[in-house]
């Protein structure tokens, strides 16, 4: 079964599909000036290992007056300047190649984000849904990966918490409509993938964007 580690690499596949592209949140290549410019354009940012899984090395970063915090495996830390928040993502990524998404203001329950896992699974020919499921992040976390101490709750469940019940279905069927077209993408680009996991989360505002794509969706 063929595995796509780059997250880089299957975002340029999706973000050529002007229906899904709108779903994918802003994002670029690490650089010190790409940050800056995001962080002008964005309340915050996450920055995020290129490959990477289970939410590991992961960092929410924000401006505040002239100083920045940075939000990593719990901890919270401000940094009075540029250079030494520059340090700490080196330090953190461990010169691992970044890529920098728009920070999305997840709806939340508890006052904890909450974002979703769609799995698919390929059977014979056929595309088969396999799971729809919430992920609550661990209190004091935003990062909602299980192996991070997040909580698994049903799809539905977990939708019909944040909004009203009369959007839960069209909030499910944005979420396995978007993976389906996916699917249909990234197999085109990538013969011979058999699973896939799709991470998305939904804004306060109740739109639906696309976070990650993993070939081996745990």
């Given at each position: ?29 690490y ?28 960092m ?13 495996a ?44 769609v ?9 088969e ?32 918490w ?57």
């Amino acid at each position: 079964m063929r595995l796509v580690a780059s997250k880089w690499s299957k975002f340029a596949v999706l973000l050529q599909h002007s229906g899904v592209a709108k779903h994918i949140p802003a994002m670029r290549r690490y650089s010190a000036e790409n940050l800056a410019a995001m962080l002008r354009q964005f309340q915050f940012v996450v920055a995020k290992p290129i490959v990477g899984t289970g939410g590991s090395r992961v960092m929410k970063i924000q401006k505040a007056g002239n100083s920045y915090m940075l939000h990593s495996a719990g901890t919270r830390t401000m940094y009075r300047n540029w250079n030494e928040l520059l340090q700490a993502i080196n330090r953190i990524s461990q010169k691992r190649p970044l890529m920098i998404q728009q920070g999305i203001h997840l709806a939340t329950i508890d006052g904890r984000p909450v974002d979703y896992r769609v799995k698919l699974a390929k059977v014979g020919r056929k595309w088969e849904i396999r799971a729809v499921v919430g992920r609550l992040a661990r209190p004091g976390l935003f990062v909602t990966n299980l192996c991070q101490g997040g909580t698994q709750l049903r799809g539905r469940y977990a939708v019909g918490w944040t909004f009203p019940a009369a959007q839960v279905k069209s909030k499910i069927d944005t979420m396995v409509g978007v993976s389906r077209t996916c699917t249909m993408l990234l197999e085109a680009k990538y013969p011979g993938i058999g699973m896939l996991g799709y991470d998305f989360g939904i804004d306060k505002l109740g739109s639906v964007w696309i976070f990650e794509v993993n070939t081996k969706p745990h």
